[in-house]
């Protein structure tokens, strides 16, 4: 971890009495450096979603006020991106607790290879992740958006809880959406919501019609 080397000239050039000081600063130095290691570490783990390995809720509002601020300066507009996981519920019935986590692990594998390298994903909670991305070409945007809703569909993780799964996302755009994280996340769950809810209704509708079809 660390080296302290002393040099002087001449041979025997250390006495005893230099020699049993350097020991005893050692001793003491050891332990310090192994707790600045250990507190490192732990302030890590606080920032680390133990599942996903993304960063979480904790580290998601300092890192969205650094991004906020550096679009301030450069006059560049920022996406932020709140997404849920279509009928999570139902792969947890189905499946139970333990295929679901795999699920949260794949689908936070498929956002993260998703990302470039100045993107940003974070787990929210639960099956709710955040992104945060440059907003300059909103056809790549679009284009992102759609990879990211067919979630299922883009994973290569071969789990059959994962097939058919979608994202329901709702995005909010610094400037015109907002001025500060609390704001555009707000914005963008709100969306992400109706997304959610326009999905439920078109799902409940298609299975009306297919009820109502004469047999």
């Known amino acids: 971890i660390g080296v302290m080397t002393l040099y002087r000239s001449g041979t025997k050039a250390f006495t005893a009495d230099q020699l049993r000081v350097l020991l005893a600063v050692a ?36 890192r969205l006020d650094s991004e906020l601020a550096r679009a301030r300066r ?16 139902q792969v947890n019935r189905e ?12 689908v936070a594998d498929c956002l993260r290879e998703g990302c470039r390298e100045y993107d940003y994903v974070a787990r929210m909670s639960g099956d709710e992740f955040v992104l945060i991305f440059p907003a300059n070409d909103m056809t790549s945007i679009r284009q992102r958006l759609a990879d ?37 996340l707000a914005e963008a769950g709100r969306r992400m919501h109706e997304a959610k809810r ?18």
Request: charged share 25%.
């Open 74 to 89: 450069t006059l560049e507009p920022v996406a932020v991106v709140v997404g849920d996981l279509d009928n999570f519920k």
């Open 95 to 106: 499946y139970g607790r333990a295929e679901a986590n795999k699920v949260l692990q794949a």
């Open 27 to 62: 001793s003491r130095v050891s332990p310090t450096i192994e707790n600045a290691l250990k507190f490192r570490q732990a302030q890590k783990h606080a920032t680390i979603d133990y599942l996903t390995k993304l960063p979480n809720a904790r580290s998601l509002f300092p």
């Open 198 to 215: 326009m999905f439920r209704t078109l799902i409940s509708s298609a299975s009306v019609a297919v009820r109502e079809v004469p047999g």
């Open 148 to 184: 990211f809703r067919e979630i299922g569909a883009r994973s290569r993780c071969g789990l059959p809880a994962m097939k058919g799964l979608r994202m329901s996302l709702g995005e909010a755009f610094f400037p015109e959406d907002g001025d500060n994280a609390e704001h555009l």
